[in-house]
């Protein structure tokens, strides 16, 4: 999988769709902004949760959208596969297939 890629075009594929329904995304727009604002709990650990998530929800766009961010805000391979490690556990063997994705996205995402 080419993480730049596809996320380009699902960035692509977003852009259509709110231009399609501009009131459905500007809210999940402002919900997102809301969730992910600094806060008791830091935007770095907002994103790690975003991916264990991601992975035990076999998304394979949010892995990658929330590995970006979770980079770009200074998190460490190490980081993602413990996260990893704790969606695998809580959600067993698919859940761990995914976290290898993850992983993968953090090294391609970060180069």
Same mark, same amino acid.
């Given at each position: 999988?080419?993480?730049?890629?596809?996320? @380009?075009?699902?960035?692509?594929? #977003?852009?259509?769709?709110?231009?399609?329904?501009?009131?459905?995304?500007?809210?999940? %727009? @402002?919900?997102? %902004?809301?969730?992910?604002?600094? $806060?008791?709990?830091? %935007?770095?650990?907002?994103?790690? #949760? =975003?991916?264990? !998530?991601?992975?035990?929800?076999? =998304?394979?766009? =949010?892995? $990658?959208?929330?590995?970006?961010?979770? !980079?770009?805000? $200074?998190?460490?391979?190490?980081?993602?596969?413990?996260?990893?490690?704790? @969606? %695998?556990?809580? $959600?067993?063997?698919?859940?761990?297939?995914?976290?290898?994705?993850?992983?993968?996205?953090?090294?391609?995402?970060?180069?």
């Amino acid at each position: 999988m080419d993480w730049k890629a596809d996320l @380009a075009e699902t960035t692509r594929q #977003i852009m259509t769709w709110r231009k399609a329904a501009p009131e459905g995304a500007a809210g999940f %727009t @402002a919900l997102a %902004t809301a969730a992910m604002a600094e $806060g008791a709990v830091s %935007t770095l650990n907002k994103e790690l #949760i =975003c991916i264990g !998530i991601g992975i035990s929800q076999k =998304c394979l766009d =949010c892995i $990658g959208y929330h590995v970006k961010a979770a !980079i770009r805000l $200074g998190a460490t391979r190490e980081q993602i596969a413990e996260v990893a490690s704790v @969606a %695998t556990y809580m $959600g067993g063997g698919p859940a761990h297939m995914y976290s290898v994705r993850a992983l993968e996205a953090f090294d391609q995402l970060s180069a």
